[in-house]
């Protein structure tokens, strides 16, 4: 029921009387403003801000996809830069071990060569101590060949030639052994 006025009248609270144990029906009066019109603009304004929290999913909903596409891209260049970065490290660790291949391959080549020329060294005292131990002992050898030459010399002066001067020089002795044959 209405009554007159903007009134309304609705059953509040059932309350037991006290002492009694009778029930008892309390009614409260409120304005038909507070009811239906204050109801309405706050359908209104609940309506408002539904619209505006779609409107702001929406935009969130946008910025969310913005971020996973932007997301996306970001993991892809991550991905294509770690991918270079590996090639780089993989290219700089080739270019170390020929940078030190470069190193130690002329190390190596002047460790090869000192011992060459080491060995060639040992190689040419070894040759001039063969070649002065040859010089000598054919230094020996004709100084022996000489005393022998100077002796066969010595001994034809002293003994044959000798011996034919004075068969031959007009004052030599007499045989006294081929007196009495001739």
Same mark, same amino acid.
């Given at each position: 029921m209405?009554?007159?006025?903007?009134?309304? =009248?609705?059953?509040? =609270?059932v309350v037991l009387a006290p002492f009694t144990g009778k029930s008892m029906l309390k009614y409260d009066t409120r304005s038909y403003h507070d009811m =239906?019109?204050?109801? %309405?603009?706050?359908?209104?304004?609940?309506?408002?801000?539904?619209g505006y929290y779609k409107d702001k999913l929406g935009e969130e909903k946008k910025h969310s996809k913005a971020l996973e596409e932007s997301f996306e891209i970001v993991s892809q260049k991550l991905r294509k830069t770690m991918e270079e970065? @590996? %090639?780089? @490290?993989? @290219?700089?660790?080739?270019?170390?071990?020929?940078n030190k291949e470069e190193v130690?391959?002329?190390l190596v080549f002047s460790k $090869?060569?000192?011992?060459?020329?080491?060995?060639?060294?040992?190689? =040419?005292?070894?040759?001039?101590?063969?070649?002065?131990?040859?010089?000598?002992? $054919?230094?020996?050898? &004709?100084? &022996?060949?000489?005393?022998?030459?100077?002796?066969?010399?010595?001994? $034809?002066?002293n003994a044959e030639l000798t011996h034919l001067m004075n068969k031959y020089s007009p004052i030599h002795p007499k045989d006294t052994s081929n007196n009495g044959d001739v």
């Open positions: 209405i009554p007159k006025g903007n009134g309304i =009248v609705l059953p509040a =609270v =239906v019109v204050n109801q %309405i603009q706050q359908m209104g304004e609940d309506n408002q801000q539904l970065n @590996r %090639i780089v @490290r993989q @290219r700089t660790k080739m270019q170390q071990e020929e130690i391959y002329p $090869f060569i000192k011992s060459q020329d080491k060995e060639m060294e040992d190689y =040419v005292e070894e040759r001039e101590k063969l070649m002065k131990a040859h010089e000598e002992k $054919f230094n020996d050898m &004709r100084r &022996r060949h000489w005393e022998e030459e100077l002796e066969l010399e010595k001994e $034809f002066i």
